[in-house]
């Protein structure tokens, strides 16, 4: 079997993942940061190692900056609904998930403006098209850092300059990226930073967070949930520091044990590896589909302006026919359509029908790669 989905869940995940869940559901069990025995400690100090470990990997000095939730999507709607009010103005990518655009449209309709700037087809943004957009009320910049659908990465080094500049906060979408690309919150200029733990982080689903960076006030920044954080107990207030004021309720204990290891290996591999190991793999890739005859790539098809995720289609069959016969005739895992993203695929002009799309990680192999070309020759050779 091979699973070329990672861009959906990344799997499998390093042996040390599972023996840290298993270690917390057997042996520590304990709310963190509620009581104060010892297991309760012991979980809480597991918590703090993953707040610790992704700040390290993300470039972020003070790991209370990092907030723990349920995944990116969370994330998103944290920060575009916790700091946007009427009358602000907010500027996004035609390349944007839903999980930012679904958000962006409900603000909308209470009174945000938002502009979309187009990228190209092979969905690559102009940083001079985002700074164009700019207006008194614009309050925020959000981007993809890459797309889920072609990989195409987008210049957020330049635009968190640019919003620098212009005094803005700035919004990265790294669902697709923390864990697989390099990247420094500060040197980067990024403000806000939603992350999955599910993916490239090696963490199992129902984790992730916000890094929430010093220029953002906490008072401009509204919880999405209040509730027992275990501190100031006393009070009827949610606190207001970091990170209780947006982690109200019981973490996710066991996830957070696993995002640990998680991020604990990619710490001890390098994200630079990770990074080493998918562009040749992409490059492989892309080479074999450019020589099926009948097979259209979508994107940049350069290794190295993309993640390992690319889109394609068999021309004459339908993507959820090419899915389907690669998962039941060759056992090969894809994911097939829109991808949540219906803004990237008018972008690069697959919309409504969508793509196939292969996302490998940093435990797919050249082999790999090899039998699904094999495959995938073999169905646009019958069309
Ligand atoms: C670019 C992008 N943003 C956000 C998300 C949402 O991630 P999650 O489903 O973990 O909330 C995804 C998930 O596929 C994604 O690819």
């Not at 690559?124 to 309050?139: F, G, K, N, S, Y």
């Amino acid at each position: 079997m091979i699973y070329f989905d990672n861009a959906a869940s990344g799997w499998p995940k390093p042996p040390e993942v599972l023996r840290a869940m298993a270690y917390f559901m057997e042996r520590v069990g304990a709310n963190p940061g509620r009581s104060g025995h010892r297991l309760a400690v012991e979980a809480a100090r597991i918590v703090y190692e993953a707040r610790e470990g992704l700040a390290k990997l993300l470039g972020a000095s003070d790991p209370l900056r990092i907030v723990f939730g349920l995944n990116a999507t969370e994330a998103l709607n944290l920060a575009l609904a916790g700091l946007l009010v009427p009358g602000d103005h907010v500027i996004t990518s035609s390349m944007e998930h839903n999980s930012v655009m679904r958000p962006l449209r409900a603000l909308e309709s209470k009174g945000v403006s938002v502009s979309i700037v187009h990228c190209s087809p092979q969905g690559l943004l102009d940083p001079q098209a985002v700074e164009a957009e700019i207006r008194p009320t614009t309050r925020l910049i959000a981007l993809i850092h890459a797309s889920n659908v072609v990989g195409t990465l987008l210049p957020i080094a330049e635009v968190g300059r640019i919003a620098r500049r212009h005094n803005l906060l700035f919004l990265v979408d790294a669902a697709q990226t923390a864990g697989a690309y390099p990247i420094h919150v500060e040197a980067d200029a990024i403000d806000l930073l939603a992350f999955t733990g599910h993916k490239a982080l090696l963490g199992p689903q129902g984790t992730g967070g916000l890094y929430i960076g010093p220029r953002v006030d906490l008072r401009d920044l509204r919880p999405l949930l209040r509730g027992g954080t275990g501190s100031r107990s006393e009070e009827e207030q949610q606190p207001d520091f970091l990170p209780d004021r947006y982690e109200s309720g019981t973490l996710n204990g066991v996830g957070l044990a696993g995002l640990a290891a998680g991020v604990r290996y990619l710490l001890g591999v390098g994200v630079s590896a990770v990074r080493a190991h998918e562009v040749a793999l992409t490059r492989q890739l892309l080479e074999g589909l450019g020589r099926i005859p009948g097979v259209v790539v979508y994107g940049t098809r350069d290794a190295e302006r993309q993640t390992a995720t690319v889109s394609f289609n068999v021309e004459g069959v339908e993507p959820s026919e090419v899915g389907l016969r690669l998962d039941e005739e060759f056992e090969v895992m894809s994911r097939v359509g829109l991808h949540c993203s219906p803004g990237a695929h008018r972008t690069i002009g697959t919309y409504p029908t969508g793509t196939v799309r292969w996302s490998l990680s940093y435990f797919s192999t050249a082999a790999e790669v090899d039998a699904a070309l094999s495959a995938l020759e073999t169905i646009a050779r019958r069309r």
